[in-house]
């Protein structure tokens, strides 16, 4: 797996059962995955040659992010090697702009849109576009964005000059008025079966994952099932193997609209580590090795994850020993990562039958452990 993030830490996890051997290529011997797998390969996974001598013996190569350049992965398949998911699928979920184009020509729905040169572009797009509804709009840098960094919401057109000073193309969109974040997560094998998970709903605060509760509460059956249809689709059609999560916008008249893409394991399916027979990472796993599938059910009617994020204090452990007493169902993710306020560095998954109960347990659980709550 290419990049030592919690997502490859979580990946390595998961394989220990199915006894598969797990290479690392990783920036640095402190990065969350590297403190974990034993056979770990130091270096840039910007470099092709770094690429071509991690990959060298390796059965398939995946991924923990999006981020290796598509002419290397291009690359690597020349040269014979396993990439999964493959360059074909993985430019969609780097390229914001692209995405949208190709979702827009299946006539997948997504927000109103247009790559914008500059500030005059963008007024231009508010003004005249009658699906963009005017200001404010929503700006985002085509690559390289992630937890709504690379994403600004603007009123004017001279609030519009930010996002522009990166030099990255710009993509504007119309501002949903959704009423809820929804995510729909896929597997998908080499050979066409996928699996669908449950759509759960994925709340944000200022652009940060905060909790996950698995399934939407209130989603209807024929809601859902379409959701999960479409990320199906979105599957199939762009070749994906391995994980994909569909994150949607669900509007007031209960339509949904695409926002965005992931092709690996992805934070709105951690619940699954504990609330689904086969977890994400395990189901990746299958899927990049093209081995059957393994069974996505909840095992329980509510799952609840939160995201433990860094806070004032250094120590995430000091609140163990309350969290553990207080909660004997309480599943613990954490991912070694040094504590800085407000990057995630662990989650927690509670599970049961009663919806505010389950979402009470892990709410507390993630205060408690950042410390923003003492009792
Ligand atoms: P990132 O790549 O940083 O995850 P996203 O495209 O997912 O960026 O955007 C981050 C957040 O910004 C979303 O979860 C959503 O809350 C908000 N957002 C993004 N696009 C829109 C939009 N078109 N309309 C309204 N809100 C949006």
Do not use: G, Q, S
């Given at each position: 797996m290419v990049g030592g993030g919690q997502l490859a830490r979580m990946t390595h996890e998961a394989g220990i059962p199915l006894g598969i051997r797990f290479r690392l290529l990783s920036d640095t011997p402190q990065d969350s995955a590297a403190q974990v797998v034993n056979d770990v390969v130091l270096g840039d996974y910007r470099d092709l040659e770094t690429l071509r001598a991690f990959s060298r013996g390796c059965d398939v190569i995946t991924f923990d992010h999006e981020h290796v350049p598509v002419e290397h992965l291009r690359a690597l398949e020349a040269d014979g090697v396993a990439v999964r998911p493959g360059p074909d699928a993985l430019v969609h979920a780097q390229d914001k702009g692209v995405m949208r184009e190709r979702l827009t020509a299946l006539g997948i729905p997504c927000?109103?849109?247009r790559v914008v040169a500059d500030p005059a572009d963008v007024r231009a797009f508010a003004e005249d576009d009658p699906g963009a509804g005017g200001f404010p709009v929503v700006l985002k840098?085509?690559?390289g964005g992630y937890d709504g960094k690379g994403v600004w919401v603007v009123s004017s057109e001279a609030e519009a000059a930010e996002p522009f000073r990166a030099g990255v193309p710009v993509l504007a969109e119309e501002k949903v008025a959704f009423t809820r974040e929804l995510a729909a997560n896929v597997v998908r094998s080499p050979h066409g079966q996928a699996v669908a998970y449950p759509v759960v709903e994925s709340v944000q605060v200022s652009g940060v994952c905060d909790t996950v509760i698995a399934p939407a509460p209130g989603l209807s059956p024929e809601a859902a099932a379409h959701a999960q249809h479409l990320a199906l689709?979105?599957?199939h059609e762009l070749g994906v193997v391995g994980h994909l999560?569909?994150?949607?916008?669900?509007t007031e008249d209960g339509r949904v609209l695409v926002n965005e893409l992931a092709m690996r394991p992805h934070n709105s399916g951690h619940w699954t580590q504990d609330g689904a027979v086969t977890s994400q990472f395990a189901n990746h796993l299958r899927a990049v090795l093209?081995?059957?599938l393994g069974d996505p059910r909840p095992r329980a009617p509510w799952t609840v994850m939160a995201n433990v994020l860094g806070g004032?204090?250094?120590d995430m452990y000091q609140g163990y020993l309350h969290c553990l007493a207080r909660d004997p169902g309480l599943r613990i993710h954490m991912y070694g990562k040094d504590v800085k306020p407000g990057r995630k560095v662990g989650h927690v998954n509670t599970y049961g039958t009663d919806l505010a109960d389950v979402r009470e347990r892990a709410r507390h659980a993630a205060d408690y452990l950042r410390g923003t709550?003492?009792?």
């Open positions: 927000p109103r849109h840098t085509v690559r689709t979105v599957a999560a569909v994150e949607l916008f669900e093209d081995l059957p004032d204090y250094p709550i003492t009792e």
